[in-house]
């Protein structure tokens, strides 16, 4: 089995069991951008956290988790800073997002979570590598211990049906609960990505996604073309849509769509995005694929998805 399945070191932890909600990644993005001298570890670890971030201390840490896997912030050995992306988007002032009210924000952060199976690998396998429309939490969990006895990675059951149950709670709230926290909204529910069918099973919805700006499935797209490797200026449409961290399985979007969306992002960045489709062979060029200029339309294109309020 290719180790490209659950990446080269699979997480599944760190996030206490907590889903991530909407304020929390503006919480962790103040924190770290208000130190003065740079955010040192202890900012989420120290008595103090507790009270500043007005929550329990596993909670702290699921914030700390989530704003690292969501890319808002940037972790070294020594301490944290506020990332490109974070300040792009919670900045108080300029910000495109600053209290993560804009649908885009959360499509942008379900991206980061579902393309790559970095930091959180079941998020990445469900979306990627789970191909029935239907599924339930013990067939995900199973396969994925598959993979990993398969990669003679260890872990335990507990710890992995853990991951799942949250990973699946940060689409669809557990209902059957008494307690407020659980009850919330997870802010990927918004997405209505996945929708509870019974009390064991869930389903995938797949369609044109109206809520997905194309100015964020144009980001997905140049996000998931500098993952490649020599990914060129050229890339076959088969790839945009099917190929595993792509954005038409990350959103869960069909052909026709996609399509569409690629046409669109040739007015949006002004050309530097063309889709051909010419005796059957349909494909999308990058006219400047330098790694500069790749950056510098993603902005462009993320900028374009917050105008369209």
């Known amino acids: 089995m290719n180790e490209s399945i659950l990446g080269s070191k699979p997480q599944f932890s760190g996030h206490e069991t907590f889903p991530l909600r909407q304020l929390w990644l503006k919480k962790a993005f103040d924190a770290v951008n208000d130190s003065v001298e740079g955010a040192p570890k202890s900012l989420f670890t120290d008595e103090q956290a507790v009270v500043d971030f007005g929550v329990g201390k596993n909670m702290v840490s699921s914030i700390r988790f989530w704003a690292g896997a969501c890319n808002i912030l940037d972790e070294s050995a020594d301490h944290f800073e506020v990332s490109e992306i974070g300040k792009m988007i919670f900045n108080d002032i300029d910000g495109l997002d600053p209290y993560c009210e804009n649908i885009s924000t959360v499509w942008l952060m379900h991206w980061f979570l579902a393309s790559t199976p970095n930091k959180t690998t079941t998020w990445y396998y469900l979306f990627n590598h789970v191909v029935q429309q239907v599924f339930d939490r013990e067939s995900i969990a199973n396969a994925i211990a598959t993979e990993l006895s398969e990669q003679k990675i260890k872990l335990s059951q507990a710890t992995l049906k853990r991951d799942v149950e949250c990973c699946i709670r940060s689409y669809v709230p557990r209902v059957n609960s008494d307690s407020p926290e659980e009850l919330s909204e997870p802010l990927l529910g918004e997405l209505g990505l996945v929708i509870h069918n019974s009390k064991d099973s869930f389903e995938f919805r797949r369609g044109p996604k109206r809520s997905l700006d194309n100015g964020v499935f144009g980001y997905a797209l140049l996000d998931y073309w500098q993952h490649l490797e020599a990914s060129g ?58 790694s500069k200029n790749i950056e510098s339309l993603k902005k462009k294109l993320l900028n374009s998805a917050y105008k369209h309020k």
């Open 233 to 290: 200026s050229v890339m076959a449409f088969d790839r945009v849509a099917h190929d595993y961290g792509s954005p038409g399985r990350v959103f869960k979007i069909e052909e026709n769509s996609i399509a569409e969306r690629l046409i669109a992002l040739e007015q949006i960045s002004n050309g530097q995005i063309q889709w051909t489709e010419q005796a059957g062979l349909r494909q999308v060029t990058l006219k400047n694929s330098t």
